[in-house]
């Protein structure tokens, strides 16, 4: 199993909206709505920010959203702000035969 | 509150071994699946492995005959055995909770420092 693709690097200014892509490919992204997505600051543990695809755990923002079409799927974050400065990362169950789970290389997002 | 916190990292020389420990607390630990995942220095997330709640175990090929996962659900504890380590295994090793959807991890430990190194 690869690992999901993800641009390394994107980058807004505050109030502006920004996408993340992750592009896996049949037998992961493409084949399960269990995608997720993952928000790291730096020295930090990742915390979930959507799952299956585009649900958002309690107390995340709404101006945090995914979607998903075909192997890729996507993270959308609406009215930037400085604090959504960190490393994203996208993670998909992967199991065919068996339990598999594949990250995204993950995507440092820069708030000008 | 729901917690996990990681033990048990340190330095090892290649070819030795070392056993991480995970705690949990603020949740019924039995009744959740869950993860390894380890991040090298400046690197990517990786998943290392998963144990469900019947002691089922799954692993990625690149550590699949190396590491053991297990869990003591009367000590809320979770386990990675490492043998057979090795430099590209030096990283911050996570638990992780899985969030009754596959492959969601929901609560995260702080992470414990593993370095292989002579």
């Known amino acids: 199993q690869s690992a999901l693709t993800q641009p390394a690097s994107v980058s807004g200014s505050p109030g502006q909206s920004i996408t993340i892509s992750c592009t896996g490919t049949s037998s992961d992204v493409g084949s399960y709505n269990l995608v997720s997505w993952y928000q790291q600051h730096p020295g930090k543990a990742p915390k979930l920010m959507i799952y299956?695809?585009?649900k958002r755990p309690s107390g995340v923002s709404n101006r945090f959203s995914g979607s998903k079409s075909g192997n890729t799927a996507s993270l959308t974050i609406s009215g930037l702000q400085a604090e959504d400065e960190a490393d994203y990362y996208c993670c998909s169950y992967a199991g065919s035969s068996t339990f598999y789970v594949v990250f995204g290389g993950g995507t440092k997002l820069t708030v000008l | 509150e729901v917690q996990l916190v990681e033990s048990g990292g340190g330095l090892v020389q290649p070819g030795g071994s070392l056993r991480l420990s995970c705690a949990a607390s603020g949740f019924t630990f039995s009744s959740y699946d869950m993860h390894w995942v380890r991040q090298a220095t400046g690197k990517g997330l990786e998943w290392v492995s998963a144990?469900?709640?019947?002691?089922?175990?799954y692993y990625p090929g690149s550590v699949k005959g190396r590491f053991t996962i297990s869990r003591e659900n009367a000590k809320n504890s979770l386990y990675l055995q490492m043998n057979s380590l090795r430099a590209g295994d030096t990283a911050v090793y996570y638990c992780?909770?899985?969030?009754?959807?596959?492959?969601?991890?929901?609560?995260w430990g702080k992470g414990t420092t593993v370095t292989v190194s002579s």
């Open positions: 299956e695809g585009s």
């Open positions: 992780a909770r899985d969030g009754a959807v596959a492959g969601t991890m929901d609560v």
């Open positions: 144990i469900g709640t019947a002691g089922d175990t």
